[in-house]
Nanobody, 118 residues
Framework: QVHLVESGGGLVQAGESLRLSCAASGTIFSINTMAWYRQAPGKQRDLVARITNVGFTNYADSVKGRFTISRDNAENTLYLQMNNLKPEDTAVYYC????????????WGQGTQVTVSS
């Protein structure tokens, strides 16, 4: 079993920054990818950013140039630095981990709320 605990969400004004963290604990092995997703009210959960086991990253077009995903492998912690936040970034942000061959073992965190006021 793996537990993912997100932190760092909150209420900010447009143009400000937040840094989300996701601490992973439990039986962690052969991490394939770690990622951040977000879900706004009434919308589907979408990928925000992903980082592979060798450090390759990819981002949703809407956050490119503003968000940066990173990992502390020693601490099994995932980060998302969010700069120049916009009201449309308002959502619950979820941490995701895929482990094992082909990422067969997948876990989600409980989510952290990010609200950006205009």
């Amino acid at each position: 079993q793996v537990h993912l605990v997100e932190s760092g969400g909150g209420l900010v004004q447009a143009g400000e920054s937040l840094r989300l963290s996701c601490a992973a604990s439990g039986t962690i092995f052969s991490i394939n990818t770690m990622a951040w997703y977000r879900q706004a009210p009434g919308k589907q959960r979408d990928l925000v950013a992903r980082i592979t086991n060798v450090g390759f990253t990819n981002y949703a077009d809407s956050v490119k140039g503003r968000f940066t995903i990173s990992r502390d492998n020693a601490e099994n912690t995932l980060y998302l630095q969010m700069n120049n936040l916009k009201p449309e970034d308002t959502a619950v942000y979820y941490c995701n981990i895929k482990m094992g061959q082909w990422g067969a073992y997948e876990y989600w965190g409980q989510g952290t709320q990010v609200t950006v006021s205009s």
